[in-house]
C-alpha cells in the first residue's frame, strides 16, 4: 500500500460499522476539502491519541490522571453506576440526574469474540470497591441485550461477598436489544430511578 489514499482507505476502514466503499467515500470527501481541512483533522486525531488517557479511578477519557467527574466533591462518592462504554456514560451524563461516580467496563462479556471477564475493567471495580468501604450502592447499567444481561448477572455474583453494597439495575424502559447511548433522556432518567436490586 505505496499508494496515500489506499493507506487512508484501509485505516478508515477500520473503524466501527465502516466498510471498504464508506471507507473510499470518507478518504473522497476529505480530498474535496480545502487543504486545512484535512491538516486540521490530522492534527485533531494527532492530539486525541497523544493527550487523552483513561481516568486511572473509573476508567473514563481523560485529560489528566483523574477525569472531571472523579474529582468533583459535589458527585456522591458512596455510588457507582457500571457501565460499558463512555458512550453510555455520557447518555446518563445528558440526563442531568445521576450524581454518582462512574465505573466504565469498556465493553461486554462475549464468548464468541473471546471477550472473557480479564478484557474488561472488572478487576479494577473490585479493586476499587475493597479501597472505598464507603461506597453503598452500585448500579449496574449494562445494555439490555444478550451480552449486557450477562454482564450484569456475571457481576452481581461478584458482588455477593460486598454484602454491605446495595447491588441494582435499571428497570425496565430500555428496550431489549436496544443500546443506553441511543435513548432519550427521560428514557434514561426513569430507568434509573425505577432500577432494581439484583436478588
Known amino acids: ?80 453506576c457500571v457501565v460499558e462504554d463512555i458512550a453510555d456514560l455520557l447518555a446518563i451524563e445528558r440526563t442531568h440526574h445521576f450524581s454518582g461516580q462512574y465505573h466504565v467496563l469498556h465493553g461486554a462479556l462475549s464468548p464468541i469474540d473471546g471477550i472473557g471477564p480479564e478484557e474488561l475493567k472488572i478487576k479494577e471495580l473490585l479493586v476499587r470497591l475493597q479501597k472505598h468501604p464507603e461506597i453503598q450502592e452500585i448500579i449496574i447499567a449494562t445494555n439490555p441485550n444478550v451480552n449486557g444481561e450477562a454482564t450484569a448477572l456475571y457481576l452481581s455474583k461478584l458482588l455477593k461477598p460486598f454484602d454491605h453494597i446495595k447491588v441494582t439495575k435499571l428497570a425496565s424502559g430500555i428496550p431489549v436489544g436496544g443500546h443506553i447511548e441511543y435513548l432519550d433522556p427521560n428514557t434514561i432518567t426513569q430507568a434509573l430511578e425505577r432500577r432494581l436490586e439484583f436478588v
Open 1 to 80: 500500500m505505496s499508494n496515500p489514499i489506499e493507506k487512508l482507505v484501509h485505516e478508515l476502514s477500520k473503524l466501527p460499522s465502516v466498510g471498504e466503499k464508506t471507507a473510499l467515500r470518507l478518504a473522497l470527501h476529505i480530498l474535496r476539502q480545502p487543504i486545512d481541512y484535512g491538516r486540521a483533522l490530522a492534527k485533531a486525531v494527532n492530539e486525541t491519541v497523544e493527550q487523552i488517557c483513561f481516568c486511572e479511578n473509573c476508567y473514563n477519557l481523560s485529560l489528566e490522571k483523574l477525569c472531571k467527574i472523579c474529582c468533583k466533591p459535589s458527585r456522591v462518592q458512596e455510588m457507582i
